[in-house]
């Protein structure tokens, strides 16, 4: 009869620590985290890589809603600021924080070059790109500084300041090519 009880309680123990480290069906948020590589996690969510209920990013974490709703947060490189650009000629939406898996711009897999400059005029970023599945080009830009982006496809051009400063926005649904 003892091991009988011994055995069931120790079923018990085991099916209740596996309720509660699967979540137990509750939304619950983790310790902010840290992973070797966050680029390679937001690109893959950004590229569709990788999916989730919601993955959101701030000027400064990572944040990631799984199907069971269970909430992961990643802290941002310090001295990296991400930021997503849609460019787009017809439609847009408004937008402040960019959602990895909500957001869509106008235009998919197009290409654009693309240049950043900083305060000083030091060109950052000069580059062609391509828009993911999403409409957004990613980059990663120095923290605590202002940028000019100007981007250009077919003739047509747009032009913007951005700044990376903690709670700037990173989704830039504004610039209309004309």
């Known amino acids: ?13 085991v099916f209740v620590g596996a309720y509660a480290i699967g979540g137990g069906g509750k ?17 893959d969510y950004s ?27 990643y802290s941002l490189p310090e001295d990296e600021f991400f930021v997503s650009i849609a460019p ?7 937008c402040a924080t960019h959602s990895l898996t909500g957001c869509q711009g106008e235009m998919e897999k197009e290409k654009f070059n693309v240049t950043i400059t900083d305060a000083d005029g030091k060109v950052v970023i000069k580059d062609v790109f391509e ?19 100007q981007i250009e496809q077919g003739g047509k051009s747009s ?17 209309k090519l004309t």
């Open 1 to 13: 009869m003892r091991k009988k009880l011994l055995i069931t309680g120790a079923l018990i123990v």
């Open 27 to 43: 939304t619950k948020e983790s310790a902010n985290q840290t992973v070797p590589n966050i680029k390679q996690l937001v690109n």
């Open 47 to 73: 590229a569709g890589k990788l999916e989730a209920k919601s993955a959101s990013i701030t000027s400064s974490k990572l944040t990631v809603t799984a199907e069971n709703n269970n909430k992961t947060t």
């Open 88 to 94: 787009y000629v017809n439609k847009t939406h408004p």
């Open 131 to 149: 828009t993911f599945d999403n409409g957004f080009i990613d980059f990663w830009l120095p923290r605590d500084q202002k940028f000019h982006v």
């Open 159 to 175: 032009e913007s300041d951005i700044s990376t400063f903690e709670g700037d926005n990173t989704c830039i649904s504004t610039m």
